[in-house]
């Protein structure tokens, strides 16, 4: 089995069609949408890579982001931001914060999985501070 992903993303229909993309590409895909109960979700699963979406009920990805980069346990989680603001200022903001990577949606499926594939086979150290 490929590596363990955790999207929390609050769509549905985004949430279903990522999903399956991901599964396709070899990855287990569990999902979550609910920004309030993100962090539990984070350590109950233990995933390798967490693919959060900034506009969450609850709780914002930002947030989330915040509190796992302050957190030894999840400092060097992979965290691959997806926003549908696509503004400069957002990009900043989640780098500044930690994200390794940002997309904005729409996004094409092939970016997707690209940058899914670079931060699961990057070494920690190689992903800390990088970014697409």
Do not use: C, Y
């Not at 287990?28 to 959060?52: C, F, M, T, Y």
């Not at 729409?106 to 992903?127: K, Q, W, Y």
């Amino acid at each position: 089995m490929g590596k363990r992903i955790l999207l929390i993303e609050d769509e549905a229909n985004i949430l279903e069609a990522i999903g399956f993309l991901l599964s396709r590409e070899g990855w287990e895909v569990q999902g979550h949408g609910k920004g309030e109960s993100a962090l539990a979700e984070i350590a109950r699963v233990s995933p390798d890579i967490v693919v959060l979406d900034v506009m969450l009920p609850g709780r914002s990805g930002l947030e989330i982001l915040r509190d796992l980069r302050a957190d030894p346990a999840t400092r060097d989680l992979p965290v691959l931001m997806l926003t549908a603001k696509g503004q400069a200022k957002d990009r900043e903001q989640a780098m500044a914060l930690g994200a390794n990577a940002f997309l904005t949606k729409p996004f094409s499926n092939a970016e997707l999985v690209s940058i899914v594939g670079t931060l699961t086979d990057a070494p920690a150290a190689a992903r800390s501070g990088g970014g697409a």
